[in-house]
Protein backbone atom coordinates (compact mmCIF):
# COMPACT_ATOMS: atom_id res chain seq x y z
CA UNK A 1 0.00 0.00 0.00
CA UNK A 2 1.14 3.16 -0.42
CA UNK A 3 0.35 5.97 2.16
CA UNK A 4 0.33 9.70 1.89
CA UNK A 5 0.36 11.91 5.14
CA UNK A 6 -0.30 15.80 4.95
CA UNK A 7 0.59 18.05 7.44
CA UNK A 8 0.72 21.77 8.01
CA UNK A 9 -2.67 22.82 7.64
CA UNK A 10 -4.94 25.52 10.31
CA UNK A 11 -6.33 28.79 11.30
CA UNK A 12 -4.91 31.48 9.41
CA UNK A 13 -6.15 35.12 9.46
CA UNK A 14 -7.00 36.34 5.55
CA UNK A 15 -4.40 37.77 3.53
CA UNK A 16 -2.02 35.27 5.52
CA UNK A 17 0.10 31.98 4.29
CA UNK A 18 0.30 28.44 5.22
CA UNK A 19 2.56 25.60 3.96
CA UNK A 20 1.07 22.46 3.33
CA UNK A 21 3.62 19.25 3.22
CA UNK A 22 2.94 15.52 2.16
CA UNK A 23 4.82 12.50 2.06
CA UNK A 24 4.65 8.95 0.13
CA UNK A 25 5.52 6.07 2.08
CA UNK A 26 5.51 2.43 1.23
CA UNK A 27 5.76 -0.10 -1.51
CA UNK A 28 6.60 2.65 -4.32
CA UNK A 29 8.30 2.31 -7.54
CA UNK A 30 7.99 5.76 -9.11
CA UNK A 31 5.49 8.52 -8.26
CA UNK A 32 4.35 10.24 -11.48
CA UNK A 33 2.01 13.03 -10.58
CA UNK A 34 1.63 14.52 -7.12
CA UNK A 35 -0.77 17.60 -6.29
CA UNK A 36 -3.36 19.15 -4.24
CA UNK A 37 -6.86 19.08 -4.09
CA UNK A 38 -9.11 20.52 -2.26
CA UNK A 39 -13.36 20.06 -0.85
CA UNK A 40 -15.78 22.26 1.25
CA UNK A 41 -19.14 20.27 2.07
CA UNK A 42 -21.46 19.75 -0.84
CA UNK A 43 -19.00 20.10 -3.36
CA UNK A 44 -17.09 18.55 -5.60
CA UNK A 45 -13.21 18.38 -5.10
CA UNK A 46 -11.05 20.07 -7.43
CA UNK A 47 -7.77 20.53 -8.24
CA UNK A 48 -5.37 23.10 -6.92
CA UNK A 49 -2.36 22.01 -8.23
CA UNK A 50 -0.48 19.36 -9.64
CA UNK A 51 3.38 18.48 -10.36
CA UNK A 52 4.93 15.83 -12.36
CA UNK A 53 8.19 14.31 -11.19
CA UNK A 54 10.08 16.53 -14.12
CA UNK A 55 8.82 19.39 -12.59
CA UNK A 56 5.87 20.46 -15.16
CA UNK A 57 3.16 22.35 -13.10
CA UNK A 58 -0.68 23.12 -13.15
CA UNK A 59 -2.74 25.19 -11.22
CA UNK A 60 -6.50 25.74 -10.78
CA UNK A 61 -7.23 29.03 -11.83
CA UNK A 62 -8.89 30.31 -8.66
CA UNK A 63 -4.90 30.42 -7.26
CA UNK A 64 -3.02 30.94 -9.66
CA UNK A 65 -0.16 34.05 -8.94
CA UNK A 66 -1.28 32.82 -5.13
CA UNK A 67 -0.22 28.95 -4.45
CA UNK A 68 3.13 27.47 -5.69
CA UNK A 69 3.22 23.63 -5.68
CA UNK A 70 7.14 22.14 -5.44
CA UNK A 71 8.13 18.38 -4.55
CA UNK A 72 11.26 16.64 -3.84
CA UNK A 73 11.31 13.54 -5.52
CA UNK A 74 14.45 12.21 -3.54
CA UNK A 75 11.91 12.23 -0.22
CA UNK A 76 8.79 11.47 -2.28
CA UNK A 77 7.42 15.00 -0.75
CA UNK A 78 5.14 17.54 -2.09
CA UNK A 79 4.78 20.99 -0.67
CA UNK A 80 1.86 23.25 -1.04
CA UNK A 81 3.11 27.30 -0.57
CA UNK A 82 -0.31 29.48 0.18
CA UNK A 83 0.00 33.11 -0.10
CA UNK A 84 -2.80 36.02 0.50
CA UNK A 85 -5.13 33.27 1.46
CA UNK A 86 -8.49 34.16 1.44
CA UNK A 87 -11.75 33.09 3.13
CA UNK A 88 -13.11 30.81 0.03
CA UNK A 89 -9.89 28.89 0.02
CA UNK A 90 -10.99 27.00 3.46
CA UNK A 91 -11.69 23.50 3.01
CA UNK A 92 -9.80 20.11 3.58
CA UNK A 93 -6.74 19.92 1.12
CA UNK A 94 -6.22 16.43 0.17
CA UNK A 95 -2.74 15.35 -1.09
CA UNK A 96 -2.57 13.08 -4.14
CA UNK A 97 -0.13 9.99 -5.95
CA UNK A 98 -0.59 8.93 -9.55
CA UNK A 99 2.38 6.46 -9.11
CA UNK A 100 3.41 2.36 -9.14
CA UNK A 101 4.01 0.07 -6.61
CA UNK A 102 6.39 -2.23 -8.55
CA UNK A 103 7.83 -1.94 -11.96
CA UNK A 104 4.90 -4.56 -13.33
CA UNK A 105 2.06 -2.57 -11.26
CA UNK A 106 -0.11 -0.33 -13.68
CA UNK A 107 -0.30 3.82 -12.15
CA UNK A 108 -3.08 4.02 -9.84
CA UNK A 109 -4.10 7.22 -7.70
CA UNK A 110 -3.47 6.87 -4.07
CA UNK A 111 -4.88 9.80 -1.65
CA UNK A 112 -4.01 11.43 2.32
CA UNK A 113 -6.72 11.73 4.66
CA UNK A 114 -6.66 15.77 4.29
CA UNK A 115 -5.74 18.65 6.19
CA UNK A 116 -8.11 21.40 7.40
CA UNK A 117 -7.18 25.00 5.89
CA UNK A 118 -9.30 27.23 7.55
CA UNK A 119 -9.37 31.08 6.55
CA UNK A 120 -11.02 33.47 9.26
CA UNK A 121 -12.10 37.04 7.54
Known amino acids: QVHLVESGGGLVQAGGSLRLSCTAS????????MGWYRQVPGKQRELVAE???????NYGDSVKGRFTISRDNAKRAVYLEMNNLAPEDTAVYYC???????????????WGQGTQVTVSS
Open 96 to 110: SAKALRTIMSSSRDY
Open 26 to 33: GLIFRIDL
Open 51 to 57: ITNSGET
